[in-house]
C-alpha cells in the first residue's frame, strides 16, 4: 500500500540522519550559531522556493513567535514574505536577485542566513549566498543528498540523505524543529 510505502521511505531517511555523526554534528553547530546570533542581537533570515519557501516561513515564525513555550520573540523573518517587493526585483531586476538584494539591504555581519533547497542549485539562493559572503553573514544551507551549489558555498551544510524531493523537505522541517527547540531552551531555560 503506498501510504505505508511513504511513511516508511520518510523513516527511513530520518534513520540514516540520525545515524549520521556528521550531519548530527552540523545541526548542533548550526544551533549554537543560532543562538550566538540572537544573543549578540543579530538576526536568522530564511530563504527558500516553493515548498522550502513555506519551510522557510514556517522555521522563521518559530523563531519570531515562538516555539514550545512563551518567551520573548527573537527576530527571524524569511525573506519572501513581502510580494509588492518581490514581484518588483524579480521584474525590475531578475528573479535570480530577489534574496540578494534584500540581504543587501537588512543583513549585517554577525547574521545567519538559512537557504532551503532539495536540489542545493536554486539560483535566487546560490545568489544571497554570495551577498552574505561578502557581507560575512553565516550561511547555512538545508538541501538534499548532493550539496549542490550551495553546499560548496556555505559555512554549514545539513545535506539530508535523499534524492526523493518530498522526503528531503520532511526532514528539513524536522531538522529545523530541532534547531528552534535546541536555541530556544539555550536561550530561554526553563525552570525546573
Do not use: W
Request: charged share 20%.
Amino acid at each position: 500500500m503506498r501510504i505505508i510505502e511513504s511513511i516508511r521511505e520518510s523513516i527511513e531517511v530520518k534513520q540514516k540522519l540520525m545515524t549520521n555523526s556528521y550531519l548530527i554534528s552540523e545541526i548542533r553547530k548550526v544551533s549554537v550559531v543560532c543562538t550566538n546570533a540572537f544573543s549578540h542581537g543579530n538576526k536568522v533570515l530564511f530563504c527558500g522556493n516553493g515548498g522550502s519557501a513555506a519551510d522557510a516561513q514556517h522555521l522563521a515564525a518559530e523563531f519570531s513567535g515562538r516555539f514550545y513555550y512563551d518567551r520573548p520573540p527573537l527576530p527571524s523573518e524569511a525573506l519572501h514574505v513581502n510580494t509588492s517587493y518581490l514581484t518588483a526585483v524579480a521584474n525590475d531586476y531578475a528573479y535570480d536577485e530577489v534574496y540578494a538584494r534584500l540581504l543587501k539591504g537588512i543583513g549585517k555581519k554577525g547574521d545567519v542566513l538559512i537557504g532551503i533547497s532539495t536540489s542545493g542549485n536554486s539560483k535566487n539562493i546560490i545568489r544571497a549566498f554570495e551577498v552574505a559572503q561578502e557581507l560575512d553573514i553565516v550561511t547555512v544551507a538545508l538541501t538534499g543528498e548532493s550539496g549542490g551549489k550551495l553546499g560548496e558555498l556555505a559555512d554549514f551544510l545539513i545535506n539530508v540523505p535523499s534524492q526523493d524531493t518530498p522526503r528531503i523537505q520532511e526532514s528539513h522541517i524536522m531538522v529545523g524543529h530541532i534547531i528552534c527547540e535546541l536555541v530556544e531552551s539555550t536561550l530561554f531555560p526553563k525552570e525546573g
